[in-house]
């Protein structure tokens, strides 16, 4: 009966490893399922990066602040984590560093969306 209960328990653990959260939520913004912070602010990406590379420079990362990850947060899936320009870790998808926008005051904002003709709203697939 104990070697049971143990499988069944290592069974479980390895069911919610599987399914850990992710660093982001998705929300419907107008039309659109867009990845969000967990306070509900709209994440972006920059199309001047490279796949797991951040070129948002101090200036740059003024106006668009890296979505951070935490001490001890772990990549996983399409999730990894990168470098931003000033030394922190940051939120990547699928190889793209992820951003908020300065400009964006309340959750639901989107008004970064197309700023320059290079940042856009991360979409969720």
Do not use: R
Request: charged content about 25%; hydrophobic content about 40%; aromatic content about 10%.
């Amino acid at each position: 009966m104990k070697v049971a209960i143990t499988t069944f328990a290592a069974v479980l653990i390895g069911i919610s490893s599987a399914y850990a959260a992710e660093p982001a939520k998705v929300q419907t913004i107008g039309d659109a399922k867009v990845y969000t912070d967990q306070n509900g602010m709209a994440l972006y990406t920059f199309d001047k990066d490279e796949a797991g590379k951040s070129n948002c420079d101090a200036a740059c990362l003024e106006k668009w602040p890296a979505f951070k990850a935490e001490e001890g947060a772990t990549a996983e899936g399409d999730w990894s984590i990168v470098d931003a320009t000033d030394g922190t870790k940051m939120w990547a998808y699928k190889g793209k560093p992820l951003y908020t926008w300065v400009d964006d005051k309340q959750p639901g904002d989107t008004t970064g969306d197309g700023v320059g003709g290079v940042w856009h709203l991360a979409t969720a697939d």
